[in-house]
């Protein structure tokens, strides 16, 4: 199945939805305390909030809130990349570099990767009875 684009998700969405995207996502992005509610922007838009939470439960409805909220995201890179530099140089730090803020600069530029290797320090080979194991099968199955 094709991913749909922007403009393939809006034009399967009314006018009143594509509303109801952007003030779900102004709540989402509200500073705590001011948060609009459900029902505040049912109203609004002038619909039951119930039609609200069935619009919530749409596929295409929920793929277009993700991909303008993918653009909103995209759209603060650059001051979160600015914020990253900063915090590398310690200049927002108390004048010394993060040691987080280090270790995902040096994970962004491909320096610093996650490597687990699992070790099997056990040299015994187990032996299976391929008899014993059919026997148990059969004895099972006469069992259900």
């Known amino acids: 199945m094709a991913k749909l684009t922007l403009d ?3 034009a399967k969405l009314t006018t009143n939805q594509l509303r109801a995207a952007e003030l779900l996502l102004e709540k989402e992005y509200a500073p705590k305390g001011e948060k609009k509610t459900y029902a505040e ?4 838009l002038g619909i039951d909030t119930s039609t609200l939470y069935h619009w919530r439960q749409n596929a295409d409805f929920v793929h277009y809130l993700a991909a303008v909220s993918d ?10 990349d600015a914020q990253l530099m900063r915090l590398v140089h310690g200049i927002s730090n108390n004048g010394n570099a993060s040691i987080k803020a280090l270790e995902l600069y040096y994970k962004l530029i491909g320096k610093l990767t996650e490597k687990r290797e699992i070790v099997q320090s056990s040299q015994e ?3 299976y009875d391929v008899d014993a194991i059919k026997a148990e099968i ?4 006469g069992t259900v």
């Open 138 to 141: 059969e004895r099972l199955r």
């Open 71 to 80: 653009t909103k995201l995209d759209s603060a890179r650059a001051a979160a």
């Open 125 to 127: 080979t187990q032996v």
């Open 41 to 44: 922007i049912a109203e609004e």
């Open 8 to 10: 393939g998700l809006k």
